[in-house]
Nanobody
Framework: QVQLVESGGGLVQPGGSLRLSCAAS????????MGWSRQAPGKQRDVVAVITAGGRTIYADSVKGRFTISRDNAENTVYLQMNSLKPEDTAVYSC?????????WGKGTLITVSS
């Protein structure tokens, strides 16, 4: 069992930046992929960004050029740097790790983009 704990959420003004962290309780060096998804109120959960074991990154069109996903295997942590935030980025952001065929999820952290 792998526990994932997200941090870094909060309230930010439009145009601002935040960095989310997702700390895993086990080594992620063998993880096939890690990612961030978000769910806005009343909407389905959507994938925001993914980083594979080989370091390939994939982004949703809505965040390309603004968000950057990265992973630190030594720290067992995946990050999401979010720049130029917009009100429509408001959502609960959750991280996931695919490890040994199992997809583990964190509980999420709320991002509110508002003036």
């Amino acid at each position: 069992q792998v526990q994932l704990v997200e941090s870094g959420g909060g309230l930010v003004q439009p145009g601002g930046s935040l960095r989310l962290s997702c700390a895993a309780s086990a080594s992620i060096s063998r993880a096939a992929a890690m990612g961030w998804s978000r769910q806005a109120p009343g909407k389905q959960r959507d994938v925001v960004a993914v980083i594979t074991a080989g370091g390939r990154t994939i982004y949703a069109d809505s965040v390309k050029g603004r968000f950057t996903i990265s992973r630190d295997n030594a720290e067992n942590t995946v990050y999401l740097q979010m720049n130029s935030l917009k009100p429509e980025d408001t959502a609960v952001y959750s991280c996931n790790v695919v490890l040994d065929g199992t997809n583990y999820w964190g509980k999420g952290t709320l991002i509110t983009v508002s003036s």
